[in-house]
Nanobody
Framework: QVQLVESGGDLVQAGGSLRLSCTAS????????MGWYRQAPGKQRELVAV???????NYADSVKGRFTISRDNAKNTVYLQMNSLKPEDTAAYVC??????????????WGQGTQVTVSS
């Protein structure tokens, strides 16, 4: 089985920074794209940022210039550095990853989420 575990969520003041981490564990052969999504109360889940296995990145317009996604392939970990946080960034942040298990199909896995709350 594969698990994705996020960490780093917290309560922070507007203008502050946080760094989220998401680590995949299990019988993993390879990991393709990894991404961060967020969902605020009463809103649909939205893509925040994605990074391919080769390091190409894509961001939601609302976070460009403030957030940076990166990954450490040796640690099966994806990071989201969030700077200049705004109250509208408040949400549950969830990571996902395209994972091929050693004995199994390639599937997209999701973490449980970590809460980010930005106070004004």
């Amino acid at each position: 089985q594969v698990q994705l575990v996020e960490s780093g969520g917290d309560l922070v003041q507007a203008g502050g920074s946080l760094r989220l981490s998401c680590t995949a564990s299990g019988t993993i052969l390879s990991i393709g794209a990894m991404g961060w999504y967020r969902q605020a109360p009463g809103k649909q889940r939205e893509l925040v940022a994605v990074i391919t296995s080769g390091g190409s990145t894509n961001y939601a317009d609302s976070v460009k210039g403030r957030f940076t996604i990166s990954r450490d392939n040796a640690k099966n970990t994806v990071y989201l550095q969030m700077n200049s946080l705004k109250p509208e960034d408040t949400a549950a942040y969830v990571c996902n990853a395209d994972i091929k298990m050693i004995l199994g199909p390639r599937l997209v896995y999701w973490g449980q989420g970590t809460q980010v709350t930005v106070s004004s």
